[in-house]
């Protein structure tokens, strides 16, 4: 039966196409959003951890979101931010994929990512024992679980530092925007992220923006995925 044969023909592919990634590994695009204040912290532990950027650069990371399969953050961010990490700033027909890293399995049971019903959360711990965890490695085999098991291509890392820092140094990330706000903290958590580290990761300053009155905002990729324009469109373009 011809029907019969297709459902074969796909089972065989899908087969196939996750043997090759089990080959090459993760193919997909790694996207870093990062925001800070004018000398470069990502927090300030003064009080509790609050909004900096303007309006325009909050409605731009949720198109961001929007644009990718999945949006990782570490454990840290879960533990000072709760984060819901869903799109709701922009019109979304899907919400993306929440991954936490998180080796020493902190994440707390009542985080909003395990409990809102938001979005589907995995959460990469050392020794998975529930549903919605994965056994924690190298990124790449992060990356890769991500890929075959959740079908991710898209990948967006949100925080914190750490988590960005580790994937600069390991070549993983193939965009970045960086948000630098004109405030400045008072009790301030460094990012340790310039440009020296950004083009040291492979990546190329592509331009500058202003996003509201005063967020300045620079963009970055690798000279591969340059020009492209679905990158400005990506964040910048509907609601």
């Not at 570490?74 to 994929?97: C, I």
């Not at 549903?131 to 190298?138: L, R, T």
Request: with cysteine; net charge positive; glycine share 8%.
């Amino acid at each position: 039966h011809p029907f019969t044969m297709m459902r074969k023909f796909f089972r065989v592919f899908f087969c196939f196409v996750f043997a090759l990634r089990g080959i090459f590994g993760w193919s997909g695009v790694v996207t870093l959003k990062l925001a800070v204040d004018r000398n470069g912290g990502v927090d300030d532990l003064s009080g509790k951890a609050f909004r900096f950027t303007t309006g325009e650069s909050l409605d731009a990371a949720h198109r961001l979101r929007r644009a990718s399969d999945a949006v990782l953050v570490g454990v840290q961010t879960v533990l000072r931010d709760d984060p819901s990490l869903t799109v709701r700033r922009v019109r979304a027909e899907r919400q993306p994929l929440r991954v936490v890293l998180d080796s020493k399995r902190r994440t707390p049971r009542d985080a909003k990512i395990l409990n809102d019903g938001g979005a589907p959360s995995v959460v990469f711990v050392g020794d998975p024992r529930d549903p919605f965890e994965e056994p924690i490695g190298p990124l790449r085999d992060v990356l890769d679980i991500l890929e075959a098991k959740y079908g991710v291509s898209k990948l967006m890392v949100e925080g914190g530092p750490t988590t960005a820092r580790t994937f600069l140094k390991e070549n993983l990330v193939d965009r970045a925007v960086v948000v630098r706000s004109p405030i400045t903290f008072k009790d301030p958590v460094p990012s340790h992220i310039d440009a020296n580290l950004l083009r040291n990761a492979g990546l190329a300053f592509l331009g500058k923006h202003t996003w509201g009155l005063h967020d300045d905002v620079s963009m970055w990729a690798r000279p591969q995925l340059r020009p492209n324009p679905t990158f400005w469109d990506e964040l910048e373009l509907g609601d």
